[in-house]
């Protein structure tokens, strides 16, 4: 583990009603003003603790999203259908970690120290994305990531960047960029197996299958039960709720699929043509609550894939930080 602490100390329950009641009421005033007006928080602006807060809740975990989202697909890599996939793929898998990097940047911002973001991660204590505890079994399954996960990450991203916080928006636009080829990439290669030999589209209609209800989880618990929605969207962190980004990707990508004979696991998933809202089977919330508890499919494999990375890798970051005492290399 680091040994790095915060910089902001992330307050408990009593703490934070006690420095929220010392949040100045006329600062708040014209931050709320500021907010109202469409302008951008910079790092430097007073803000309130409580926005701070959520802030660094919010996109850290995304960070860690893109470093751990990494895996499923990276264990493809070595088995990329040909050798254009190969790169396409490495290609990708190295711009999540570019993703990483930029929202932990933006989360330092606020004041946490990324070795603070990564002990929390390590530690169980902070929470990443529940798809990514789930395998990638097939081909099919890194076809599915790429399309509809990016896509899922494309539609809560665009919203999002055009919020309050000027270096998580910005950070936001950068990454929309590169996730809109993986877009392309995830879309070609789905094509590919949807109009391939039989087995292909078996394959994809498998992974479709598993990978549904994930990503109908990957929105966050309907609004109704959303804990941190009404603040953040007070504050525009957040600028569409959960169940309107849910509906926004059903909108976009649920034809997608039909048009190519695909079928998906919900008989009861059609758009109702009178509210221009799409209706579904309610996904299974106490798996969701299992899976971004800890307790998925996945967790643990992914977890300590992070922490081999950050014990061996440990050598590397003394010498970088303390050049003169660590010049030899360890001995393998
Ligand atoms: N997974 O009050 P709510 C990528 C938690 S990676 C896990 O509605 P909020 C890619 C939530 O944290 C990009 N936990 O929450 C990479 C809260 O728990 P805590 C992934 C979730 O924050 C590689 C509790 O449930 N994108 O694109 O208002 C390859 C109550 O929820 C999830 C992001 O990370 C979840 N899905 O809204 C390919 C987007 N949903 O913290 C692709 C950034 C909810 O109180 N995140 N929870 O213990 C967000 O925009 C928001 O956090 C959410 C949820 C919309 C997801």
Known sequence: MYGGGYIFDEPNGKQLREEQQHDDPEKLAVFEERIARGEKIEPGDWMPT???????????????SEIIGALPEGTWITRAPGFKRKLALIAKVQDEIGHGQLLYNAAETLGKSREAMINDLLSGKSKYSNVFNYPAESWADVTVIGFLIDAAAIVNQVANAKGSYGPYCRALERICYEESFHLKQ?????????????AQREMLQDALNRWWQPIMHFFGPPDKSSQHSEKLMQWKVKMASNDDMRNQFLDAYVPKLWELGLTL?????????????????????????KVIGGDGPCNKERLNVRKWAEEHGRWVRKALMNPKEERALPVA
């Open 265 to 289: 696991p919900d008989p009861n998933l059609k758009k109702n043509a009178a509210t221009g809202r799409w209706e579904y089977t309610d996904p299974d919330w106490n798996e969701f609550f």
């Open 50 to 64: 409580e926005y701070r807060r959520q802030l660094i809740r919010l996109i850290e975990q995304h960070a860690h």
């Open 186 to 198: 995830g879309h070609d290669a789905l094509i590919t197996l949807a109009t391939g030999t039989p």
